[in-house]
């Protein structure tokens, strides 16, 4: 295989994101097969059309089964609005095309079950987005963890919080119905269930608890009730014994994309925000205690696949890198080399977790996960 | 009243804290009354001699209940083990002195109502050493709180955190006995519900999670099962539907003095870490997007009181200054001037919350608080 | 012009970040015209082979005059060791075509000088690979300063610091030789000097200090003397009375890529730091002293160009991100639009600086720049 | 001896932090002998009356020369203007009495030098207020250049700024005018270079650069012409060929007392500020390159002389607290035992380099220090 063809439907914030990870995954790499952006879907033609030019699409189209059914694509990128994912992933695997799909995968349960079921029945690859996995600092955490470096972890607290829905008197939209999900809880959350899942494994059981810190918002002249949660909090418990807690808020004034990591062991601790992700602190509980302390690692060339871009070490890398990184992994998968990617299986798995999470909070005692 | 006489039973960490204040405190104010430093109690007579001779006190003694009789002493300091608070405290508020009393007030809820009781009754002064209300930061914040600088607030999160019982190979103690109490829950989770308790009133309902990051620990050859819980969480519902939590531990490795708050409006937020506790930052959302951002506010002469100590901004207190703080303000409740600090019947609905999170971790369901 | 070709020298380090460049900058930016990867040149013809199937260019070539003179290629990316970019730029402009040279433009300013010339003749572009005044950061560090946010600046420092030559055991390199030029100076500082041409004008008056930390290096089994400088510092006289300084060390261990930039005014202050190039903290001498702090600024889409990377704030952009913007900049001075990029004369000026102050640390006084 | 007398004379700024001291030092030390504070001195007898109250002290006079003589004063705090401290410590010297005088010794060379002359003669302990010198971190890095961690220096660059004169619209004062002495070279220039001193030894030859950011400011009606300079550079050469710069600004908006040191080595780097005093980071070139990075190391316990101040790790030192251990160190000197501590030779020395700088600035070149 010289060439693997790739259909991208939806050009939106994370359209675009695939698109550019397509465009840079060899040059990057130097990945083979090379990639042959082959067709692109939006729904409108003449928006497909202009977004197909400035992406470098040979082709587009506003109807997503034509895509699916072209032979010339061989991986299907979905970014479309979470209700989209399922028919369309389903379709595409039916297909014989492998899928990478944005996440979270539906916001029903079932949905994302006849995903996974696809999936493993097409023997193709489907990967979800989770691209926070990806950087060259969660590797490295995840690194130092198999060095035991901390010993085994204990506890972890993990929040992710933005902005974007913090203005109390913001007009109500979709976002606020009870149809668009628990709110913060899939929204967010899903995000660091996907570095629980990477890090430390699944959890067992899980507390939750949700919250509206804006009980309506403005709706024309009136206000209306919003019907799901900006804030949310999970407590988690291991198998193994360890705990975690993750929180996570909308309307989290002066957070823009935080995606705070705490992670405490027996024998030291790691720190790592997503907002300043070229960055790693480590404490290890060794030597003479005058000179201990959290040391701060810039990543560099020391930290796959950092010197893929940048040869030099601080120089920084970007969020579009990586998703560089995990086009650079599904075409690993594909290929049958080793791959780091969090696929439907795991994926579902991570949504388990979240809907035990939303039964907990309504009946106000722990949910086994499973 | 020209003077006023202390008493100070202990001169451990706590005590020696009480004698620098009681020692520097009309320095630092010009307070009148001024402070005459009676009588020191140690429980071996040499010890407290010696003591005595370096804190300045005129007399000392090993005899507790000789020091609460001194008619010369008018207000007493309670530095020892939480067990003996109880006892002293009463003892001292029915022999008509003040009371001083490092916190928490005693191990057993019905000790804690018999000192608020006991209080109640005599007339007397008596609140606790909440230290980390007192600085200019922390009186910073709620200041802005007041002025309503981010609006209503909605969720806050606040975590303690030290490493001091990290070491898992550290031998068994006291402390990881059950008498010694839950464990975080008790010994740290109190400071965090003493700033709720001052910023945002008490909380209508908690829920409790109680960890053992390891189980046993060496105790001579063989190992001992861990009796208490040294990393706690509590989820908190407040009575305005705002909600919060607090995550506490003493095994979190690197944390040395960690008290982390983060505070979320409807207009901003506020940020604060008591190891770096000179520093406040404010995000308000004001303003045009390009410029919003954390504003990091260094304590200064604009602070109080902060200028009683240095009159240049950027020169930092300390924690010993912390403590002439709360003295100060013991001596303002005493000559009835206004005052801020903690009183054993705010202390008591503090040790409230903490028992109802107790016993919320053991049923796995929300308790109120009251 | 549906189409531009381009033609890139050299793929070491700058190398692939111009091919980076190259490759995305239409689907980031959805520039008109398109650009065609026509041809690659490198020192060995297999490499060059290599590198223009994995960065997609349609030809390859080991000789740099038969890419110059491909009629296809309308500009020229060089990115070879700096000896070479006076031929090869010239070559370049001669043929017609518009250049995108890395910097320094040439280690002997009368080749510099050439170059500018050069280019002047030719009245095609022709551009250097400044990337630092290309973020969104510094945009909106130049819009704070023409916005007059912190008054008229009075003083700034730059410190532009890295570790890869810190270790004083690394074997002796053609780094340290007398040919490769002053050092620190030429290879670092005029990054800064770059800050300073694009934020405050050109300096009038320059006084350098150059500084060897190790006076000699390991060559086979003994020590050969180095013989330039790998610290330099550069006091600065502004024509309008402000005053500056910069200080460069590749030495500085611990430091990756630091950048760091400190601009004072009348009425606030500035600093930025590229290590964290997603942030800038600003200072306004407004409203309250109780509430007045640096404030940290993450970049997001209110922050151009950003928005055409992410459209979600908080997320970062990365250093191959910047190539991305220059690539585009350099596109919009060829197609006559508005463009911040500096030209060769630009160039010039900021490398008259540098030799000004080698002379100043040779002559120990004073020396103008211009 | 068992106690020893206290005269101290000026009560503002730094004259309550010397009473501050000399009320808390031996609580804190245990020091023997124990002080006593016998006389304090203010221009105005009431001032004198209601400080000396404030302050503990037992009697007070508006005569400077009366408390010199007094037979009971053994030791004498002088806290006047700087135009004062010779006359003060000279008188006081050959009165026999030990002296504790803020920094610096006097705007002029010469009567810095009589001071230093008295001190020699007299055979006292003659110390100056450097504070900074004192803090745990500070000695930290002493002790950490001793062990040679970051192998031997190669460079070093130091910041004091403020901003207290700022705004450039604040009226004409004493402090701008010709005899208020340099600037802020004199103003701020000494502490860096009792760093200096202490960490590195004395420079050998200096550069000077001093800058007016506001050429007048408002004097009534009219604007007056600054006769000194607010922003200052040095640049220091060492006699072991390491190199270093001090920068200077009383006009650095945002800046409240910071005081920024980077230390460059052959195997590290050190970072500290004084507005996080409490903190010291430290790069080692050891161990794998993906694992290095900058610790940030916590003040506590295990860097004396905090353990005296406070036995828990993280809970801070404030800038009084310095001068507790300043004050100490001045009693160790005086009953014989080993003590940190800048004496009146050492102090010479440091404003020899000041007045090096300055000539250096008037002309244009470098200057020999000695």
Redesign the interface.
């Given at each position: 295989m010289d060439t693997i063809g790739v259909g991208l439907i939806g050009t939106?914030?994370m359209g675009?994101?695939h698109?550019?990870a397509w465009?840079?995954v060899?040059?990057?790499f130097?990945d083979k097969p090379?990639v042959r952006r082959v067709a692109l879907c939006e729904v409108e033609e003449s928006l497909a059309r202009r977004r197909a030019d400035?992406?470098?699409f040979e082709t587009s189209t506003s109807d997503w089964r034509s895509l699916v059914a072209n032979p010339e694509v061989d991986v299907v990128s979905i970014t479309t609005p979470n209700a989209w994912h399922a028919p369309m992933a389903v379709a595409a695997l039916e297909a014989g095309k492998h899928v990478w799909c944005e996440k979270p995968m539906a916001p029903a349960l079932a949905d994302a079950e006849r995903m996974a079921a696809a999936a493993r029945v097409s023997g193709r690859v489907a990967i979800l987005g989770y691209n926070y996995i990806q950087s060259p600092a969660i590797r490295?955490v995840a690194?130092l963890l198999e060095r035991r470096a901390?010993?085994p972890v204990?506890?972890f607290?993990i929040?992710m919080d933005?902005?974007?829905m913090?203005?109390?008197e913001a007009p109500f939209s979709w976002k606020s119905e009870k149809s668009a999900g628990y709110g913060a809880l899939d929204d967010f959350a899903v995000h660091p269930t996907s570095l629980v899942s990477t890090l430390f494994g699944l959890p067992a059981e899980a507390?939750g608890?949700m919250?509206?810190?804006?009980?309506d918002r403005p709706d024309g002249a009136s206000r209306r009730p919003v019907e799901n949660f900006d804030?949310a909090?999970v407590?988690l418990r291991m198998p193994n014994?360890?705990?975690g807690?993750i929180?996570v808020?909308r309307?989290?004034?002066?957070?823009?994309?935080?995606l705070q990591l705490q992670i405490?062991?027996?024998?030291?601790?790691i720190l790592f925000d997503q907002?300043?992700?070229?960055e790693v602190?480590?404490?290890l509980?060794q030597g003479?205690?005058?000179?201990?302390?959290?040391?701060?690692?810039?990543m560099?060339p020391?930290?796959p696949p950092y010197e893929r871009?940048?040869?030099?070490?601080?120089?920084?890398?970007?969020?579009?890198?990586l998703k560089i990184i995990e086009a650079h992994e599904l075409l690993n998968r594909i290929t049958g080399k080793p791959s780091l990617a969090i696929d439907f299986d795991t994926g579902l798995a991570i949504e388990r977790v979240i809907h035990a999470a939303a039964r907990s909070a309504t009946d106000?005692?722990?949910v086994a996960t499973a």
């Open positions: 939106g914030y675009k994101c698109a550019l465009t840079g060899k040059a990057v130097g090379a400035e992406f470098g490295y690194k901390i010993g204990t506890h607290r929040e933005e902005d974007y913090a203005d109390a507390f608890e919250r509206k810190p804006y009980p804030v909090t407590l014994g360890a705990s807690a929180q808020s309307c989290a004034w002066g957070r823009k994309g935080r405490f062991g027996a024998k030291g601790a907002e300043r992700f070229n602190s480590v404490y509980a003479s205690a005058e000179d201990q302390g959290f040391r701060t690692v810039l560099g020391a930290h871009f940048i040869v030099a070490p601080g120089h920084q890398m970007g969020f579009n890198d106000g005692r722990w």
